[in-house]
Each structure stands twice: as C-alpha cells, then as structure tokens.
C-alpha cells in the first residue's frame, strides 16, 4: 500500500488523470520557469530542458535517482522536446538566454554555469554569448544525467 502513496507513483496518478480530457493534438506542458529537484542551494546545477511534459518529467525523474540536487530552467517551446524545438527554432540561444534572465535563476545561485541537453550542443557557443554564462554540454539523453554529474561535471567546470 505504501508503494502507490510513494511520490513517484501519486504523481504519475495524477499526471494521468489530467491527462484524461486534453486535446491528443496539443503537447501537454508544463509552466516555463525555475524547478527545484531535492533541495539545491546556491551552489548546485542548473540544468537546461524544454517545457514538454515527458521530457521534463523525464529530467527531473533522472536527476531525482541520481541523488543530484539541482535547479532546472524550463523553456517555452509549445510543449515539444528539446530535439523538435530546436529544428522548429523553438529552442534557440535567444529564447534560452531570455528565459535564463527572466525566470529569476540568476537570483537563487552563485554560479553562471548551466548544463545544455547534448542533443544540441550545437548551441552552446551562441548561448554563452547570449547570456553571458558558461555553457556545460550534458549527456544526449537525461538517462545519463547521474553519470554525467558522477563523472564528467567537476572536470568540466575546472576551467570556469
């Protein structure tokens, strides 16, 4: 009985009941904005995604198994993923740099380093030049996330 009052299985309880009267042709989204994953402080990653339900939901389930405490800026896309707002130019350096400054991130960390989904790297140059923060490039799929932060994230922050 405790497994279905465990938050993973209430959340996707109520994910699906939502779900149950949407329009099959319209993305389900969640809010543009700043989330919290565990309790991130000023010193923890903040980890770029858009604002399509499954991928961030995805994001935050595999940051939330990695024991990783951090802050995820959510873009406005229209509700689609990362790979299909970047070919609709949905998810462009500009948009990502303007949402960085809007949704108060600059506020809650000491830092200026955000990690990019690796599926479009790409981005990375122009992104730091729009925003002005150091651009890490994360693994392409959020399953690797909880490596990433184990072994490659210190290594690439040394040099900021």
């Not at 405490?69 to 350096?93: C, H, I, K, Q």
Request: glycine fraction near 8%; hydrophobic fraction near 40%; charged fraction near 20%.
């Amino acid at each position: 009985m405790t497994d279905l009052l465990s938050r993973d299985a209430l959340l996707a309880m109520v994910t699906a009941r939502l779900n149950i009267y949407t329009d099959p042709q319209k993305p389900i989204q969640v809010e543009s904005g700043v989330y919290e994953i565990g309790e991130p402080d000023e010193t923890s990653p903040v980890l770029i995604t858009t604002n399509f339900s499954l991928t961030y939901y995805t994001v935050e389930a595999d940051t939330s198994a990695g024991n990783i405490d951090a802050w995820v800026v959510v873009v406005d896309t229209d509700g689609t993923s990362v790979l299909t707002a970047w070919a609709a130019e949905d998810f462009t350096p500009e948009i990502i740099a303007k949402t960085i400054k809007e949704c108060g991130i600059e506020e809650k960390v000491e830092h200026r380093i955000a990690v990019l989904p690796g599926g479009v790297a790409v981005l990375s140059g122009d992104l730091e030049q729009e925003s002005g923060w150091n651009i890490v490039v994360g693994p392409r799929e959020s399953a690797g996330i909880p490596t990433f932060f184990k072994t490659e994230y210190d290594q690439r922050i040394a040099g900021f």
